[in-house]
């Protein structure tokens, strides 16, 4: 058998593939890397600038932070290098964030850092030149001007951060990718920006984005907090083994259904109210994930667009929250599901009803809808009800009474609680036929949902339900019989939707 030879234990080319691979989302997330070590370094100013078009495409990253000397920019430009390792104080952890992130994106990753005017810095890392082996370390930094020109001018300190060779990126038009990026740079980094930092886009302000429609910003204003803040305390040991106390904290909002419910579909998805129901997670007052969390076996309905979630926690507790090194989701463990899901799932439930009520008396306080109009407008060709016929004086009462010279029956349709089994259940009284639907049914929701709907649909089933309810009048003598099949038929209909 021959002597084994000594190799490393990363070969390199392979592992900067896979590395590009990491798992960043898009750019905004690997460019949120980028302004956590902006922020960690002191900067007040971040400036992002693309550079050329599509297959040319350069990405400059400055900011006026306090800088790096040339042993930190070595270390920062290695894989897992950083002064802050397993750190729990601060946004970043692992040291992973400046070439993971920027290589996930461009081919060519260049630094240019100054702690003092005109003393600046410069490394570099390149894939190519990683895969042909003609780099295995991290060039030593050596004095270099910036070969763009910087958009803040001169300072005392500060870093640029060029991203070249963007092959991630050649097939995004800048245009658009500039839009999307404002709204997510916005919204992650929406506690700096209110702090008063400032994030520039190709020159431009980015705003804070509020998902939750409290504060200014991008964003519409007007939900109101539902009940006070919930704080969960957690005990954490630290790697010396002390204990101590941390916290997580949670706020739910409702948004104002009675003013924002009449925009139009699109209207609504442009603000972010449709298709946007979940919770913000913020880890150290900055978003890394947003989602269905926490809500046990509750489903997602369009009703949970009209409310926000927030939930807050430290980097301390990232073990629990299933934190990786891009910083961009969490994977809860069952013991902070445990904590959190019971409270939320409630709140969750109550916030769906409340909801749904609202839409309900907002239903109920609009004219009477087409279908409600088309019944009553025809009803008069329809053989009356037992006991309600036009002729005699009980069907003058009736049926002339409510409606005038026309004749016929009246409609409305509402919703309750029904105890039985019933998707519907009909009533006529004084010429009106009253259509009650059960709220409790799976059948109301796919019914009454005022979101993603065709009106034309939504008529059309109203009047098969108001058809059938106005059949049943007819057969007085069978009552018992057709309300034991409203039962069976509901009974089945539930089950057919769950």
């Known amino acids: 058998m021959g002597r084994l030879g000594r190799s490393g234990i990363v070969a390199l080319d392979c592992f900067i593939e896979a590395i590009r691979d990491a798992g960043y989302r898009g750019p905004g997330a690997a460019l949120a890397e980028l302004i956590d070590n902006a922020w960690e370094a002191a900067a007040s100013e971040v400036h992002i600038s693309f550079l050329g078009e599509r297959d040319h495409l350069a990405v400059v990253v400055e900011d006026n932070g306090h800088g790096m000397r040339p042993s930190v920019l070595n270390l920062a430009l290695q894989f897992g290098g950083t002064t802050r390792f397993g750190s729990r104080e601060g946004l970043g952890r692992y040291g992973m964030g400046l070439p993971a992130a920027s290589l996930s994106q461009a081919q060519r990753l260049d630094v240019y850092s100054w702690t003092a005017r005109k003393k600046v810095w410069w490394s570099y890392l390149d ?9 295995t370390t991290v060039p030593r930094p050596s004095r270099r001007s910036p070969d763009c020109r910087p958009t803040l001018g001169p300072r005392s300190s500060g870093t640029i951060v060029v991203w070249s060779r963007c092959d991630r990126l050649a097939s995004l038009d800048p245009r658009q990718l500039e ?9 992650v980094f929406r506690e700096q920006l209110w702090a008063g930092r400032s994030l520039l886009l190709n020159g431009k302000p980015v705003k804070p984005a509020d998902p939750l429609c409290l504060r200014r910003g991008r964003n519409l204003r007007g939900a109101k907090p539902y009940g006070p803040s919930l704080e969960f305390p957690v005990e954490v040991i630290d790697d010396g083994g002390t204990r101590r106390r941390s916290k997580v904290l949670v706020r739910f909002v409702e948004l104002p259904v009675a003013s924002w419910y009449r925009m139009s579909n699109e209207e609504k998805r442009t603000w972010g109210i449709s298709k946007s129901a979940g919770v913000s997670v913020l880890r ?24 926000r979630c927030e939930v807050r926690f430290e980097p301390e507790l990232d073990h629990l929250f299933g934190v990786s090194h891009t910083k961009q989701g969490i994977r809860p463990t069952d013991s902070l599901l445990r904590l959190l899901t019971p409270d939320m799932e409630k709140i969750a439930h109550d916030l769906n009803s409340r909801v749904r009520s609202t839409f309900l008396g907002l239903k109920r306080a609009k004219s009477t809808g087409a279908a409600v109009e088309r019944a009553t407008a025809r009803d008069h060709l329809v053989e009356p009800p037992p006991g309600a016929g036009r002729g005699g004086r009980r069907g003058r009462t009736s049926m002339i009474g409510r409606r005038g010279a026309v004749g016929g029956l009246s409609y409305r349709i509402k919703a ?6 019933c998707f519907f259940a009909p009533r006529l009284r004084l010429g009106e036929l009253v259509l009650t639907l059960n709220r409790q049914h799976p059948f109301f929701d796919e019914l009454a949902q005022p979101e993603g709907r065709v009106d034309r649909v939504r008529q059309t089933l109203e009047l098969v339900l108001l058809a059938a309810a106005r059949a049943e009048m007819r057969a007085a003598g069978q009552r018992v019989v057709l309300t034991k099949f409203r039962r069976r038929w509901g009974s089945v209909l539930a089950t057919f939707l769950s």
């Open 416 to 421: 309750e609680d029904l105890k039985e089994d």
């Open 127 to 135: 894939v190519q030149d990683v895969r042909a082996g003609r780099m």
């Open 284 to 307: 150290a007052g900055r978003e890394i994930d947003t989602g269905w969390f926490f809500m046990g076996t509750k489903r997602k309905e369009n009703y949970d667009d009209w409310w």
């Open 179 to 187: 839009g999307a990026l404002r709204v997510e740079l916005g919204r």
